[in-house]
């Protein structure tokens, strides 16, 4: 069967930014940032997005590329040429983006929920339960909100690559930015801008702790969807003509360009408000709606906003589901629709966990955490680089030394001859290093408490 191919090279950036720019960079990176004390997180962060996270995503990019297939296949080629036992690095890859898809798909309701809401218009700070309130105490609804958000992503996924994701994300983006930027610049006219640039900016080491940078390794691998293999399917619709280090720097600016955004706009109006824990999973939608609705166009606003944060995070659910839908259709041959819908309903049932943390499951607590933020930490900060560290295993031992030199070096690209010998030692020595010392450091934390 001949791989369809990105029609334009457009598509395979709409592509890649779409699930690389999500609630990961808006509602994830500004409470991590702040559980983990600002500035010298976000030094760490944006350290690891550049020399851990990008080397992956080159990889990634590169194994689609080579073996035209999705995770699960890509690695068995993989693990053919090498003599490591690591076949099994694609299956777990998959099945774990489903879970990162049930999880995903509960926040996206979130979006969901205030974006009618204020459509409604039935949007006020004073109502009582709060949107926010009613949504904490309403597992059931979340489970709703979670369906209906799968829902629009398997009829997306089902009209396949070009017409399904080339098209969504494409107009909204560039809105979204725009408005971004706009929303920045009025958070920044706050009298808390200037604690909020200090505790976001300047770098107090001594608010690191032993837990911060697997913290940072995971939500760079989050935030870029490296580590589970995505960007392996994205990479094997690629063309031939495209650079593909080029490609990863471009997605890795973009997104950290994105969250610093997003911390930006953020953290002058958490500053400003009444006294939010830092760390809240629940920050943006605590601050977000309050400071959009009292800016002159309100509800105008707060709707364009919110549809686009929405947009976003469908992008991004898009690209986790059309992982999932493509090794589907690469391992068992079957058909996308019903690839797509299994998928999707899986997802749903998985997400009644995640959904019904605040609710049914709320006296279940894991060190003090409730379901949900247990079922972030462990995905992302340990599953996520484990995962990871096998596929940079299997990329460094399964593909030959030619192929990654004909992928990486372009000789009309004289920078990517001479960045050449810092990937290669990134990727065979680095990261695996770095996830190395990140883990080593949290089990320190936890034994010394
Ligand atoms: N990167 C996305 C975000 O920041 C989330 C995401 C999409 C993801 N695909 C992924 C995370 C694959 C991990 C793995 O919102």
């Known amino acids: ?113 205030f974006l009618t809401q204020f459509i409604a218009s039935g949007f006020s700070q004073r109502a009582s339960p709060s949107p926010l309130q009613h949504l904490i105490q309403n597992g059931w609804l979340q489970v709703g909100l979670a369906s209906v958000h799968l829902l629009v992503a398997v009829v997306v996924v089902v009209k396949g690559v070009q017409d399904g994701l080339e098209k969504w994300i494409g107009y909204m983006m560039p809105l979204f930015a725009v408005l971004l930027v706009i929303l920045v610049l009025n958070s920044l006219s706050l009298d808390s801008s200037a604690p909020a640039l200090r505790f976001l900016l300047y770098p107090n080491f001594s608010q ?61 109006i958490v500053l400003a408000g009444t006294a939010l824990r830092l760390s809240d999973p629940y ?75 605040s609710t049914v499951f709320e006296n279940i607590r894991i060190g003090g955490r409730g379901v949900l933020e247990t079922l972030d930490g462990v995905l992302i900060n340990w599953v996520l680089p484990l995962v990871a560290l096998g596929l940079c295993l299997s990329f460094t031992y399964g593909m030959s030394e030619k192929d990654k030199e004909d992928l990486f070096v372009d000789p009309e690209k004289i920078e990517s001859v001479s960045l050449y010998p810092y990937w290669k030692f990134a990727i065979r020595w680095l990261v695996p290093g770095a996830i190395t010392v990140a883990f080593a450091l949290e089990i320190t934390g936890l034994i010394l408490g």
């Open 1 to 113: 069967m001949k791989r369809v191919s990105w029609q334009t090279r457009f598509g395979f950036y709409l592509a890649a930014i779409g699930s690389a720019c999500g609630l990961g960079n808006l509602w994830r990176f500004p409470f991590v940032a702040g559980e983990n004390g600002g500035g010298a997180f976000v030094l760490l962060y944006l350290l690891f997005a550049f020399i851990i996270g990008l080397p992956i995503l080159i990889a990634e990019l590169m194994i689609g590329r080579k073996f035209r297939k999705s995770v699960f296949a890509a690695t068995i080629e993989l693990s053919k040429h090498s003599s490591y036992p690591l076949h099994w690095v694609g299956r777990v890859a998959v099945v774990f983006t489903l879970i990162i898809l049930a999880y995903y798909a509960v926040i996206s309701g979130w979006v969901l929920h």
């Open 208 to 268: 690191l702790t032993y837990s911060s940078m697997l913290n940072a390794i995971g939500h760079v691998f989050f935030t870029l969807s490296v580590g589970f293999g995505t960007m392996v399917t994205f990479g094997s619709y690629l063309s031939d003509k495209n650079h593909i280090p080029s490609a990863g720097v471009r997605v890795a600016a973009v997104d950290s360009f994105i969250s610093i955004l997003a911390g930006l706009l953020i953290f002058p």
């Open 283 to 357: 920050l943006l939608f605590e601050a977000l709606p309050r400071f959009l609705l009292q800016m002159p166009g309100g509800i105008a606003f707060a709707i364009t906003f919110f549809l686009c944060l929405y947009i976003a995070a469908l992008g991004a659910s898009i690209g986790l589901l059309e992982v999932i839908v493509s090794n589907m259709i690469d391992r068992q041959k079957m058909d996308r629709k019903i690839a797509a819908w299994l998928a999707g309903v899986s997802a749903l049932v998985l997400a009644v966990i995640p959904a019904l943390s």
